[in-house]
């Protein structure tokens, strides 16, 4: 049995080791469960550890196989990370937790069932002096990169605003509180025991022991924190009983000093005016000896375009007229005129032959020239910069209002990655992302908004 728990630890804690980001916020409550469970079959087993595995009780099996089951589903979330893994490995804790409560009721032996925070908050001391922008830098001729990519936007180049963590001299003085520490077990505080201690880091201090529970006051200090990264910190819970310690590992997420960083990309479309000459066919009136003749023709401006009313005139080509064979161009009175009497957007043009003399032979050849105009929209791309998060001011991004789509990137944490495209989801952890009444977004980093 001895070897048995020593694997299950030695197996637990290279699995803590190997987690990323999304795992130590994640899956930070099946660890906690493996990590609980693990040493409550210890401290059950301690004076038991040169027994045959095979002769335990089956519930005692049961327990070590369902910490088996969730070990091993923790390492496949962590072999091939993705949402299906990492919900079989909470639904494996499930189990495990059952097994956890059942052996409370299986002997005189202290347990720890659960304890809090989960996260440990960051720290306070992170002021930061933040540096005027530089020039924006004039992009590439001709450059047009589409939404989503890594190059430079057209138009105005971006330089974002630059975050500098403050020095010491400048850190503000104000001191992080004492993180509470609360673990509910049973048989936690005997009368006549030494008190329990805890061990965080360098630091160890004596619990506040009430019916079933101990409280602690850690200093903020005591837990390692990287910058940018959150950390797993164990603390080792001892309690001294009838001669012997159990020892208990409680897994804390420790959150960084920044939170995270952000760009958006924005689709601006507008609209570039555009204009070009249209000239129609020619439009023949002829009318025989003394006829008059009347030719009424309409034109529809090509698609995705429109007539200037403003610009447009008719041209006579031709004006024929003859008596007794001998061409006579005087002999014709005929016109080209607009008409008014087309439907909305068309030009209607009328061309008349009318003779002078009731003998007279008489041909008007015209068309019409008319400015086509249409509006052709252009896209381009306007991207924030990258942006860094804070805990404890809100960054605000608005939405240019000719915009057609945007998407945001969110890394968090340096590991974890979040892309939203045009839409919202509450799915970010540490991150609300709200809609401003103007349309902007307003991303605020917050330690108590935890998974």
């Not at 994640?26 to 550890?49: C, I, K, N, T, Y």
């Not at 005189?108 to 306070?124: A, E, H, N, S, W």
């Amino acid at each position: 049995m001895g070897e048995r728990l020593s694997a299950l630890r030695a197996e637990r804690a290279a699995l803590q080791a190997r987690a990323d980001g999304e795992a130590r916020i994640g899956l930070l409550r099946p660890f906690r469960v493996a990590s609980l469970l693990a040493d409550a079959l210890a401290a059950r087993g301690e004076a038991e550890r040169e027994r045959v595995f095979d002769r335990l009780p089956s519930d005692r099996r049961q327990a070590f196989a369902a910490a088996d089951a969730l070990n091993a589903a923790l390492k496949d979330a962590l072999g091939r990370p993705g949402a299906g893994t990492r919900q079989l490995a909470i639904a494996a804790a499930g189990p495990a937790r059952e097994a956890l409560e059942r052996l409370a009721n299986a002997g005189d032996f202290p347990l720890v069932l659960q304890f809090t925070p989960r996260f440990v908050p960051p720290r306070r001391a992170t002021g930061e002096l933040t540096l005027a922008p530089g020039a924006p830098a004039a992009p590439p001729s001709g450059s047009d990169v589409p939404l989503g990519t890594g190059g430079a936007a057209a138009g105005t180049a971006v330089v974002p605003t630059v975050p500098r963590y403050a020095p010491a001299f400048a850190a503000t003085n104000e001191d992080d509180p004492a993180v509470p520490i609360e673990i509910v077990g049973l048989r936690l505080g005997q009368d006549g025991s030494a008190p329990p201690t805890l061990t965080v880091g360098a630091w160890r201090g004596e619990a506040t022991v009430t019916p079933e529970r101990l409280r602690f006051a850690v200093p903020r200090a005591a837990f390692a924190t990287e910058a940018a990264r959150t950390t797993f910190v164990t603390a080792t819970l001892a309690l001294r009983r009838d001669g012997r310690t159990a020892t208990f590992d409680l897994v804390f997420t420790v959150l960084p000093d920044r939170p995270g960083s952000f760009a958006l990309d924005q689709k601006i479309r507008t609209t570039v005016p555009e204009s070009r000459t249209l000239v129609s066919p020619e439009i023949l009136a002829r009318g025989g000896p003394g006829e008059a003749r009347t030719v009424h023709r309409c034109f529809d401006p090509p698609a995705e375009w429109r007539f200037d009313p403003a610009r447009r005139s008719v041209i006579v080509v031709e004006k024929l007229g003859s008596q007794d064979d001998i061409p006579d161009a005087t002999l014709n009175a005929g016109t080209v005129e607009f008409a008014s009497d087309g439907k909305p957007g068309q030009v209607c043009v009328v061309v008349s032959a009318k003779p002078a003399t009731k003998t007279a032979k008489v041909a008007t050849i015209g068309r019409f020239e008319a400015t086509l105009l249409r509006d052709r929209p252009e896209d381009r791309t306007e991207r924030s910069g990258v942006r860094a998060l804070d805990w404890n001011e809100a960054a605000r991004v608005p939405l240019d209002p000719a915009g057609v789509a945007w998407k945001l990137y969110v890394r968090l944490f340096d590991e974890i990655d979040r892309e939203y495209d045009g839409k919202l989801a509450a799915d970010t952890p540490f991150l609300r992302i709200t809609r401003e009444p103007d349309g902007g977004l307003v991303l605020r980093a917050d330690p108590s908004a935890d998974p």
